[in-house]
T-cell receptor, first 114, second 114 residues
Framework: NAGVTQTPKFQVLKTGQSMTLQCAQD?????MYWYRQDPGMGLRLIYY???????DKGEVPNGYNVSRLNKREFSLRLESAAPSQTSVYFC?????????????FGPGTRLLVL | GENVGLHLPTLSVQEGDNSIINCAYS??????FIWYKQESGKGPQFIID?????DKRQGQRVTVLLNKTVKHLSLQIAATQPGDSAVYFC?????????????FGAGTRLAVHP
């Protein structure tokens, strides 16, 4: 099992450019998540998908959109990148059981917006 | 990522010593707690978890203690090794709004010296 995989590993964008971050999991998990990690701030939830076919906003959704393509894949799109979106982005997945469960994280995508 | 932990508290220990990393959580309704380890350039990796109906759980070389009275969580690492050097995050879980919401602490950097 590869677990959670993310592409690309690194990306440099100019302000206003768009891009899509890809995430896939092979653990047959129901729930998937996108976080961003900034220095000294821990991880903050951008969007999540509790199950296939549903997506909802997290703590910091502005400037992002998501697509739950199927059970395995959950993508994050930046339509018009801004320097404030320079960050490390992590995708995670979990079984989706109620009442406390572990989320498993991918290796991250490092994004620099100039 | 490379910039994770720029302003994090740091715990420095000698190889072979025991390490204790502390965390204060915020919500009395949290029902599940997780410790993650994050090495430079990688995603958070699950170490150990504990449910709110327990006060202690042991793994291999690691022990988590939960004090719900003061909302405090600790991670003890026995016989600390250079490979334990990383940033450690605690996370509290609440089932809210139809999904398992993980709230991460800011993290503590563990530096192990030979």
């Amino acid at each position: 099992n590869a677990g959670v995989t993310q592409t690309p590993k690194f990306q440099v964008l100019k302000t206003g450019q768009s891009m899509t971050l890809q995430c896939a999991q092979d653990m047959n998990h129901n729930s998937m998540y996108w976080y961003r990690q900034d220095p000294g701030m821990g991880l903050r939830l951008i969007y999540y998908s509790a199950s296939e076919g549903t997506t909802d906003k997290g703590e910091v959704p502005n400037g992002y959109n998501v697509s739950r393509l199927n059970k395995r894949e959950f993508s994050l799109r930046l339509e018009s990148a801004a320097p404030s979106q320079t960050s490390v982005y992590f995708c995670a997945s979990s079984e989706g059981r109620r009442g406390g469960e572990t989320q498993y994280f991918g290796p991250g995508t490092r994004l620099l917006v100039l | 990522g490379e910039n994770v932990g720029l302003h994090l508290p740091t715990l420095s220990v000698q190889e072979g010593d025991n390490s204790i990393i502390n965390c204060a959580y915020s919500n009395s309704a949290s029902d599940y707690f997780i410790w993650y380890k994050q090495e430079s350039g990688k995603g958070p990796q699950f170490i150990i978890d504990i449910r709110s109906n327990m006060d202690k759980r042991q793994g291999q070389r690691v022990t988590v203690l939960l004090n719900k009275t003061v909302k405090h969580l600790s991670l003890q690492i026995a016989a600390t090794q250079p490979g334990d050097s990383a940033v450690y995050f605690c996370a509290e879980n609440m089932f809210s709004g139809g999904y398992n919401k993980l709230i991460f602490g800011a993290g503590t950097r563990l530096a192990v010296h030979p």
